[in-house]
């Protein structure tokens, strides 16, 4: 059985900070890739940054690049998600997914998926 447990939304304001975690429990192999989705009410579920088991590659939507970080903790089962200058744009419910094999941006490549954590971002 695998479970992904997102923890770290909240309320922040316009220009702050906010680390959203996942960790993820099961066959190793189900997590080989992890990744972090979000989707806003009225919108389609994006892909937002994803990494590689090592953590040695990452990736980034364009429109989170220079701001979010993601990271992989050493026991491989947690990722982070450092989310800086935070705007009002990213508000969305933020799901973190993974999945075997390497990375894809497509959320129906993803095998598994955590419950939502959500962001707000006030102006």
């Known amino acids: 059985q695998v479970q992904l447990v997102e923890s770290g939304g909240g309320l922040v304001q316009a220009g702050g900070s906010l680390r959203l975690s996942c960790a993820a429990s099961g066959p190793i192999f189900s997590y080989y890739t992890m990744g972090w989705f979000r989707q806003a009410p009225g919108k389609e579920r994006e892909f937002v940054a994803a990494i590689s088991w090592g953590g040695g590659n990452t990736y980034y939507a364009d429109f989170v690049k220079g701001r979010f970080t993601i990271s992989r903790g050493n026991a491989k089962n947690t990722v982070y998600l450092q989310m800086n200058s935070l705007k009002p744009a990213d508000t969305a419910v933020y799901y973190c997914?993974?999945?075997?094999?390497?990375?894809?941006?497509?959320?129906?490549?993803?095998?598994?998926w955590g419950q939502g954590t959500q962001v707000t971002v006030s102006s």
């Open positions: 997914a993974s999945k075997s094999g390497g990375y894809s941006y497509r959320a129906g490549s993803y095998d598994y």
